[in-house]
């Protein structure tokens, strides 16, 4: 059994960077929770194994930042996956802010300019649950897609998570194609866990 913390802690040896100051930001920080890889399909471990491999690119700073994108269904560990590395970053002064795409869509409400400035700034941002969001409100499907657009657009060259329940090309059909482009653009890369099983089921630790 292999835990994404351990792994991480063994292979840590060097001294952190300096947090990367953010103003008036109090996003989400995740707890640390066990993540199995026994019994599980074998597209969770390959997101389990990517997402390592983005953290120690981070940590080691030998490659230039990219965004790694988990999509799947409910249940699959991607988001379980995603909060875990956060959680990792901000244990190790990292400074990584985690949020879900419609409590973004809430703060783009309340002030979208300085929203966008802000998640700008961060070291790593991670955001679970698009396409999760309510577009029978204010936010149509159009709007949302016009913002996550801009969302990625400024987050090229950054170290940024993303979790979906689409696949790349349901991203494509719902949002744009430029969304999804954009995703995989400056060596973004993504992992398809469509095909996986409800993790909750298997993994009682989660």
């Known amino acids: ?20 100051a953010v103003q ?5 920080k995740p707890a640390i929770k ?11 471990v390959e997101a389990y194994e990517a997402v390592i491999n983005w953290l ?3 940590r080691n700073g030998s490659i230039p930042p990219y965004s790694l994108t988990l999509c799947g ?14 959680a990792w970053l901000n244990r ?3 400074t990584c802010a985690a949020y879900t795409w419609p409590q973004l ?30 577009t029978a409100g204010r936010y149509t499907r ?18 940024t998570l993303y979790a979906t329940g689409y696949t790349m090309k349901g991203i494509e059909n719902t949002y744009d194609a430029r969304v999804a482009s954009r995703l995989i653009r400056n060596g973004g890369r993504t992992v398809d866990m469509t095909a996986a099983d409800d993790y909750s089921l298997l993994n009682t630790n989660s």
């Open 34 to 44: 066990p993540f199995s890889t026994d019994g599980v399909h074998p597209s969770v």
């Open 56 to 58: 120690k690119a981070l």
């Open 1 to 20: 059994m292999q835990w994404l913390y351990d792994m991480m802690d063994e292979a840590d040896s060097d001294p952190a960077p300096s947090v990367e």
């Open 24 to 28: 008036d930001e109090e996003p989400r």
């Open 73 to 86: 269904h409910t249940g699959c560990g991607k988001s379980h996956l995603l909060q875990n590395a956060a």
């Open 105 to 134: 869509l809430q703060k783009f409400k309340e002030d979208e300019q300085h929203t966008l400035e802000t998640l700008k700034k961060f070291k790593a941002l991670a955001v679970d649950d698009i396409g999760a969001e309510n």
């Open 92 to 94: 190790h002064t990292y």
């Open 142 to 159: 159009g709007i949302s897609a016009e913002l996550l657009g801009r969302l990625v657009e400024l987050r090229l060259g950054k170290w």
